[in-house]
């Protein structure tokens, strides 16, 4: 047998199982209990949080509620039951596919109560589709039910629409997604430091497919017996060592800006590109931000233990607005820099302002005659060769 990876093998089977979207899973085993499943749904959502997982555990409910048999149960959660029909929008959304399906919808199940469709990525259906689908879903035989899937509701005709219940499902959130990668590590008798299982977590950015998907690679990178390492998550991934970053943002808090430059160079020199260093950068300093204005405990910053307490201290020497000014330089000078044949200078004049934004935002406080460090002001900082900005 062939290696199964682990978003296929922890695949939710219930609606118990299911990770961050309690309120629909609740919502859609009430709507079996009392009776009252509508004919058509659209489920909503980005990629990776459950809807697929969802339908078909929902299609598996209405068939057959008990788990028996348990060859019905187990050939729809795998996508191969000939009562639940997945159908991939994506590459079957001409309009002969849509009549096909129509014509078939007809047939009565074999063996279970409905014949459920699941349209994944249903967006992609052409026009003539939907519109040869919209009479069907309007007045469907009452044996079939309709699983719509999305990742770009939009896209979706309102006509479409209309004639479903919507179920959005959230990204889910980056805590119990480290839960979960806990829970998968412990089945595979695999030890990985706690740093670790957040920076996958936080890096599925709401996606369990994605975050599955991350430490699938760290596993498959691994020596045998050996725990996951944050070293190893930024060799393998390209990430910005996070001690370096730290170091950066030091700099840039001090105004250093001799040493933010070196720093800056020695990040480039792990294989960063301009673009992903700077991404990096702003990444960091959103963080920075977000401590500033709602203090060290805010659970809007996902980091957590060191780099979570380097950022708090950074946060002590950089107020909000500077801070905000900087991911917006961040910005500004990925996109310039994406067309550039001068890339690497963009870098370095934008690792300049950034050191020096602190101490651009104290002088036009002294110019205005404030005293530095008030409302919506920066904070003190240091001048560009460690001398303390004198105050007015």
């Not at 770009?152 to 006509?159: G, Q, R, S, Y």
């Not at 990444?283 to 950022?311: N, Y």
Request: glycine share 6%.
């Amino acid at each position: 047998m062939g290696y199964t990876v682990l978003a296929r093998r922890y695949r939710s089977q219930s609606f118990d199982e299911v990770v961050g979207q309690e309120a629909i899973a609740r919502t859609l085993t009430r709507a079996i209990e009392h009776g009252k499943t509508a004919h058509a749904y659209l489920f909503v959502g980005t990629r990776g949080v459950g809807k697929t997982s969802t339908a078909r555990i929902f299609a598996k409910a209405m068939n057959c509620p008990t788990d028996e048999p348990a060859e019905v149960a187990q050939a729809i959660m795998q996508g191969r039951d000939t009562d639940v029909i997945e159908i991939d929008a994506a590459s079957h959304g001409n309009v002969e596919e849509a009549r096909d399906l129509i014509a078939r919808s007809g047939i009565r199940p074999l063996r279970g109560m409905y014949k459920v469709y699941i349209i994944d990525e249903v967006h992609m259906l052409s026009s003539a589709a939907f519109n040869a689908l919209l009479k069907t879903m309007e007045e469907p035989p009452e044996h079939v039910k309709f699983i719509l899937c999305t990742t770009e509701a939009h896209k979706v005709p309102a006509t479409i629409q209309s004639r479903c219940q919507r179920f959005d499902f959230r990204a889910i959130p980056t805590e119990r997604i480290a839960a979960h990668l806990r829970s998968v590590l412990s089945s595979e008798k695999i030890e990985a430091d706690d740093d670790v299982v957040e920076r996958v977590a936080e890096l599925g950015a709401g996606s369990m497919r994605d975050a599955l998907s991350i430490l699938d690679r760290l596993i498959a990178a691994r020596e045998d017996a050996e725990a996951i390492t944050l070293d190893r998550l930024q060799m393998l991934l390209g990430l910005a060592p996070d001690a370096m970053l730290a170091d950066l943002i030091d700099a840039v808090a001090d105004a250093d800006i001799a040493r933010a430059l070196v720093v800056g160079r020695d990040l480039l020199a792990q294989g960063l590109d301009v673009e992903h260093a700077l991404q990096a950068i702003a990444s960091a300093m959103r963080d920075v931000m977000a401590l500033a204005v709602c203090g060290e405990a805010t659970d809007l910053v996902a980091s957590t233990g060191a780099r979570r307490a380097r950022a708090a201290s950074a946060a002590q020497r950089i107020d909000a607005l500077t801070a905000a000014h900087m991911v917006a330089l961040c910005d500004a000078v990925a996109q310039r820099a994406r067309n550039s044949a001068i890339r690497r200078e963009l870098f370095d004049v934008a690792i300049v302002r950034l050191a020096g934004a602190g101490s651009l935002a104290n002088a036009a406080a002294l110019l205005s005659g404030k005293q530095s460090g008030a409302t919506g002001g920066a904070k003190p900082g240091r001048g560009s060769r460690g001398s303390p900005l004198k105050k007015a």
